[in-house]
């Protein structure tokens, strides 16, 4: 079986020694008070919670998966789920970061986004229960009415009640102006919402008392396209007047989906019959209002790959160390045994280190887009906020996309370290390969993200978001430059971030002339930004480290390995991406349709 111990020595590094999140929070009213040691002995929880109450449930609930009873209309999660999530209840976790006013415990973002990472290596099936919540907390806190707040909130908060967002439909996906659900007003105030809404994550399920779906549907009035959608609030269980659960709602599961993974996530089929809803935020705004939601779901995909990467390393690694095949290729390194560990074999090394690096790579672009999150939410500056947010618009696409594809990419290789046993079950890598699969497709496909990133967040607004983006890297490259120990980690930095200044100007030349230009180039793009953004991460982590490794910590040496392998052996491949990039959109679209 599986293990997974906390990366909690490198959270600690980046919050502390990195980021200086402690003194960053200070500065800001609602985390005045907070302190290091709080923040530690939080994540130390955390922790001890994901590795020794949802982890042993990893394999067994893949094995199982969920079952629907016909009848009924219940789901069964598997063995064990639930008195995981009571556990996780009990201690408060579901409140870590939500808003006192409604039962939260107001600690930061940061620190909540952390111990998920933790909670998605241990077990992401089971994480997607809870994690659903956080989003539609978010998009009911930012544009529900006070009602809606005082009725369903404090539950989400304390975790009593889960939450999902029900969006795609059998004929559409992504492209949510398609929708055809229907909301019809009611006298009293409220909707009746008829439709069919599929992949549904957590749609039904055991562990909580009751489930609030957002749901996105029309009204009869409403204009064609994604400019005629509403979002409502629609439970399970309709809530009495003294907030305690009345009858049934209109809105069962009719189905669950076999899937490639995440099978001890119930993913449903889900149909509205007359159920009753409530309008959030203004008509026909409802995608505005879910897009709260979905931003936070494509934050929190990332951190599924980030969490997925960091145990598949962890026990490639260990497996490396433990089995023996052949010899050196420079003769035996252990003498004494029949051949030698895999781990002293080079290729080996490149692809174990590769995971390592997209893990430590991961957690400090995730964790940077945390504290600025803090800081958009809990800010008295306007210009602060702003920064901010522009700074979070720019890299939730680039978090969603690139760590979901460096997930594919280092599970997979973790799995080809553990060889013929990595096809294996009982090994459990090859589960994680399974479930990190998903994470490039759904809460908007990658393409979709990287559609966004140079269509939305770059182009149109004459790069803007990333031009302050590059202003960091730009102080961080002067102040630095003068340094000979960090030339290694600063001049490919500083090239690359030319590179990307012109090859912006020219895709956002093309795109004038043929917008389909930013189709043809938008993958590559992505993830050269992302690339961009783990280079100046690793740069940062490179000058902690050699400021500290006179210490002797062990620790310092290894994350100078690793930030030296990722900038000689993983950031080279922006070469060929931009060269890729600039190739246009003629070699994609010069065959005929019939040829194809």
Not at 118 to 134: D, E, F, K, R, V
Not at 149 to 174: F, I, R, V
Not at 259 to 287: E, F, R, W, Y
Not at 417 to 446: C, K, L, P, W
Request: net charge negative; glycine share 10%; aromatic share 8%.
């Amino acid at each position: 079986m599986p293990q997974y111990t906390p990366p909690l020595r490198d959270m600690q590094f980046l919050m502390h020694e990195v980021l200086n999140a402690v003194e960053e929070l200070k500065a800001l009213p609602k985390h005045a008070d907070i302190d290091a040691e709080t923040l530690n002995a939080v994540l130390e929880e955390g922790g001890k919670f994901a590795a020794e109450v949802t982890a042993p449930l990893n394999l067994s609930g893949d094995a199982e998966g969920c079952k629907l009873d016909k009848t009924t209309h219940e789901v069964q999660t598997p063995k064990g789920f639930k008195a995981a999530y009571a556990t996780y209840v009990e201690g408060g976790w579901p409140s870590l970061s939500g808003d006192p006013e409604f039962g939260g415990q107001g600690l930061p973002i940061l620190v909540n986004q952390c111990f998920y990472e933790m909670l998605n290596s241990a077990n992401q099936a089971w994480t997607m229960y809870p994690g659903l919540s956080h989003g539609a907390y978010e998009a009911l806190h930012a544009h529900g009415t006070p009602e809606q707040k005082a009725t369903y909130l404090p539950k989400l908060t304390s975790g009593k009640w889960t939450g999902t967002m029900c969006l795609t439909e059998p004929h559409c996906g992504t492209d949510l102006g398609m929708l055809r659900s229907k909301a019809e007003p009611r006298a009293d105030g409220t909707y009746r919402i008829t439709g069919q809404k599929i992949f549904i994550s957590a749609g039904e399920h055991d562990l909580a008392d009751n489930i609030i779906h957002l749901v996105l549907a029309r009204l009869p009035d409403a204009p064609q396209g994604s400019k005629g959608i509403s979002l409502f609030v629609v439970p399970k269980y309709l809530v009495n007047a003294d907030g305690s659960i009345g009858e049934r709602n209109g809105i069962h599961c009719a189905g669950l989906e076999h899937k490639m993974g995440i099978h001890g996530n119930s993913t449903c089929q889900m149909v509205l019959d007359n159920a009753v809803g409530t309008l959030v935020g203004a008509p026909n705004k409802g995608l505005a209002a879910m897009f709260v939601m979905m931003n936070a779901a494509r934050l929190g995909v990332g951190n599924q790959s980030l969490g997925l990467t960091e145990v598949a390393y962890q026990n490639a690694v260990a497996y490396a160390k433990d089995r023996i095949q052949m010899r050196a290729l420079s003769g035996p390194k252990a003498p004494d045994k029949p051949a030698d560990p895999i781990i002293v074999h080079p290729d080996v090394r490149k692809m174990l280190l590769t995971a390592r690096a997209y893990a430590e790579g991961g957690r400090a672009l995730s964790m940077f887009t945390a504290l600025q999150l803090d800081k958009m939410l809990a800010t008295d500056d306007a210009d602060e906020r702003q920064d901010a947010d522009d700074m979070v618009a720019l890299l939730t696409p680039v978090i969603k996309a690139f760590l979901t594809d460096n997930g594919w990419i280092a599970t997979s290789h973790c799995m080809q370290v553990f060889g013929g046993h990595g096809y294996i079950h009982e090994s459990g890598v090859e589960q994680f390969v399974r479930d990190a699969r998903i994470n490039m497709i759904y809460e908007g496909t990658n393409t979709v993200q990287s559609l966004d990133l140079l269509g939305r967040k770059v182009l149109s607004d004459n790069g803007k978001k990333l031009k302050k983006f590059g202003k960091l890297i730009a102080a961080f490259v002067e102040e630095e430059g003068v340094s000979e120990p960090m030339q290694e980690f600063v001049n490919p930095l500083a090239d690359l971030g030319d590179k990307v200044t012109k090859l912006t100007t020219e895709l956002g030349m093309k795109a004038f002339g043929n917008a389909d230009e930013v189709g043809a180039a938008a993958v590559d793009y992505l993830r050269i930004v992302g690339h961009l953004c783990f280079a100046y991460l690793f740069a940062r982590m490179a000058k902690v480290a050699l400021e500290k490794q006179g210490s002797g910590d062990p620790f310092y040496t290894a994350k100078l390995h690793t930030a030296r392998f990722y900038f000689a052996k993983l950031l080279p491949e922006t070469a060929s991406l931009i060269r890729s990039a600039r190739a246009g959109l003629a070699p994609l679209m010069a065959m005929d349709e019939a040829l194809f």
